[in-house]
């Protein structure tokens, strides 16, 4: 029997000896000579390879598509061929038309972009890339003079961070482009490794997602609940200040908040009659299951005290820790009111869905109660709910009809 393995990368089944032991890992952890990828190597046949991959930062030694936009002839047949050399394949635009086609069309590991080009700027380009959902993860690195050039997009001269730089969305790294060409290719592997990173961060996250709102699917009559949630409780959010990093986890949260349903049973979540205590007491875990299968993922760090917390009352009956008033974490405050309003608008097994004037009924003599916080309710009523209706339909996520 001999003993082979196959790469990932380059699909070649071949003896070990293309490939590299890793002691650390183990006797049978092996990683590829030629892209660095590990593999779990089988001593088999050509058939039988059982491969257990990891995704570990080497594989950002892997070469990858790179886009250098810039209009400098010389800067670019000089970058070019020192790139390819590592095995980089480079494709050139010289203005910001001709990179938007290019972007349109197909996908790039890393955008180099010069700063001002004949037809735009270089961070107008940035943003648009970043702000696309194929391109959000793209690493960009903008080509820049120097020092003062950086100062100078950043900073006033004050030392505030300039307006204009914080509506759009930055590039993940600055790049002089006097930089002795020999260290770009250690800067655009740099780039990749943020990518990459990102790419995992975006998939195990996006992973999340589709678990939650696969619970949704147990009932059809109950589908859109984390989508809605997530746009009503951004635009809360945004409407009482929150910055782009509360944002985002306002968002996340809309969509894992009820995560740790998956580990309870359908016919407990579906359970028309009145539950027992010990019933409740597991509908009631779902804060706490959730903030634990979520806790494993680093990005979603902030989120973490939303999942737990987004059935605390003001007034101390909530749960799962009975927090009080400001005890009780803001953004998990913000989420709480558009959930309670999207949960009256739904069909529930002991009830008919609430309209609109019903569920701010209701929500108002509960604030009246003192379970929510009457300014973000305030704000909702009236800065969130003009218009909800058609901006939810618009985004195909209008309650069910019943
Ligand atoms: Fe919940
Ligand atoms: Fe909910």
């Not at 380009?125 to 100062?151: F, M, N, Q, Y």
């Not at 916080?373 to 009236?382: E, P, Y």
Request: proline share 6%; charged share 25%; with cysteine.
């Amino acid at each position: 029997m001999q003993r082979r393995a196959r790469c990932r990368v380059y699909g070649y089944t071949n003896s070990v000896e293309r490939f590299k032991r890793r002691s650390a890992a183990g006797p049978n952890f092996l990683a590829c000579l030629e892209c660095n990828e590990i593999g779990n190597i089988a001593f088999s046949n050509f058939r039988s390879l059982v491969l257990k991959f990891k995704v570990l930062p080497m594989q950002a030694q892997r070469p990858g598509d790179i886009l250098v936009v810039d209009s400098d002839g010389v800067f670019t047949s000089g970058l070019s061929p020192v790139l390819s050399a590592c095995g980089h394949t480079v494709t050139v635009c010289r203005t910001a038309a001709e990179a938007r086609y290019e972007l349109d069309r197909f996908s790039f590991d890393v955008v180099l972009c010069a700063r001002h080009l004949p037809d735009g700027e270089g961070q107008q380009l940035c943003h648009e890339l970043k702000s696309s959902t194929e391109g959000s993860i793209t690493p960009v690195g903008l080509l820049v003079s120097g020092a003062r050039e950086i100062d100078e997009i950043m900073y006033r001269p004050s030392g505030m961070v300039a307006k204009r730089q914080i509506e759009r969305v930055p590039p993940d790294e600055y790049l002089s482009r006097y930089l002795p060409l020999d260290e770009m290719p250690a800067r655009v592997q740099t780039l990749m490794r943020i990518g990459r990173y990102q790419e995992e961060i975006a998939n195990s996250i996006g992973t999340l997602m589709k678990v939650a709102e696969g619970i949704e699917e147990q009932d059809k009559r109950m589908t859109g609940h984390c989508k809605r949630l997530s746009i009503m409780a951004v635009e809360l959010g945004a409407v009482l200040g929150c910055d782009e990093f509360q944002l985002t986890a306002l968002e996340r949260a809309g969509y894992l908040h009820d995560i740790g349903k998956v580990a309870i049973p359908g016919a407990v979540i579906s359970k028309s009659e009145r539950l027992s205590p010990r019933e409740m007491e597991i509908i009631q875990a779902h804060c706490v299951l959730g903030e634990r299968l979520c806790a494993d993922v680093a990005a979603l760090k902030p989120v973490l005290p939303i999942i737990r917390h987004h059935h605390e009352r003001a007034d101390g009956t909530g749960y799962p820790d009975r927090l009080r008033g400001q005890e009780i974490p803001v953004l998990a405050q913000i989420l709480s009111i558009p959930d309670i309003y999207d949960a009256l608008r739904m069909w529930r097994p002991y009830r008919p869905p609430m309209n609109e004037a019903q569920a701010i009924d209701l929500l108002r003599q509960e604030v009246s109660r003192g379970y929510w916080n009457r300014l973000i309710f305030d704000a909702f009523i009236d800065q969130v709910l003009p218009g909800l209706d058609e901006r939810l339909n618009s985004a195909h996520v209008l309650w069910p009809a019943i």
